[in-house]
């Protein structure tokens, strides 16, 4: 069981940048985001493996930017260009394999609050 804790969430107005944080307890090959709106299912928009190959979904594709710190177990998101349609609790994930299925996620964090105001 890896143990997963984001940071960095907030308020934010519609054209700004947040950085998300998530320090993992152990290493996991795959790693992801996920976020989940109200109302909403929870879905994946970017992943990440440890030799750096990525994906994200059409929604966030140019604007968010998913990296990571191997050596220090610690996964990011960067967001920018930010639309209030981004306004949800986001969860950092450890993946099975390369996707951004939910199915695919082995541990979930806690998740963080973004919110966005046009």
């Known amino acids: 069981q890896v143990q997963l804790a984001e940071s960095g969430g907030g308020s934010v107005e519609a054209g700004g940048s947040l950085k998300l944080s998530c320090a993992a307890s152990a290493y996991s090959y795959y790693m992801g985001w996920f976020r989940q709106a109200p109302g909403k299912e929870r879905e994946g928009i970017a992943t990440?493996?440890?030799?750096?190959?990525?994906t994200y979904a059409d929604s966030v594709k140019g604007r968010f930017s998913i990296s990571r710190d191997t050596p220090k177990n610690t996964l990011y998101l960067q967001m920018n260009k930010l639309k209030p349609e981004d306004t949800a609790t986001y969860y950092c994930?450890?993946?099975?394999?390369?996707?951004?299925?939910?199915?695919?996620?082995?541990?979930w964090g806690q998740g963080t609050q973004v919110t966005v105001s046009s």
């Open positions: 990440i493996s440890s030799g750096g190959s990525t």
């Open positions: 994930a450890t993946i099975r394999h390369f996707t951004l299925d939910n199915s695919g996620v082995s541990n």
